[in-house]
């Protein structure tokens, strides 16, 4: 089992950067990734890392702009996020594939352990 729990999460102004953080404990997955779902919309893949940092993925609306990373020594996951847009307003989510899986996905329903979000708001 994974418990994960997000946090740093608030209100910005377009432009502004902001760090969201994710504590994970138990026996912590190799695959660690953000998703974010905002108001009626599915929730949608981010960002993803394996357990070195070595391999990372992003989806192409925040590859410019957002950074994932890991610090395996305190089990933090963080999302660096820049040059925020209105857009980019949602909840976001910490979540984890399976403990044995090593191979990146980008649907939410790859992963099994997923963390009670962060409400990031960007006001124009």
């Known amino acids: 089992q994974v418990q994960l729990a997000e946090s740093g999460g608030g209100s910005v102004q377009a432009g502004d950067p902001l760090r969201i953080s994710c504590a994970a404990s138990?026996?912590?997955?190799?695959?660690i990734a953000w998703f974010r779902q905002s108001r009626g919309k599915e929730r949608e893949f981010v960002s993803a890392?394996?357990?070195?940092?070595?391999?990372?993925y992003n989806t192409d609306a925040v590859k410019e702009r957002f950074t994932i990373s890991r610090d395996n020594t305190k089990n933090m996951i963080y999302l660096q996020m820049s040059s925020l847009q209105p857009e980019d307003s949602a909840v976001y989510y910490c979540?984890?594939?399976?403990?044995?899986?090593?191979?990146?996905?980008?649907?939410?329903?790859?992963?099994?352990?997923w963390g009670q979000g962060t409400q990031v708001t960007v006001s124009s």
């Open positions: 890392i394996n357990w070195s940092g070595s391999s990372i």
């Open positions: 138990g026996r912590i997955s190799d695959i």
């Open positions: 979540a984890a594939r399976g403990t044995a899986v090593t191979v990146f996905a980008r649907t939410p329903r790859q992963y099994i352990f």
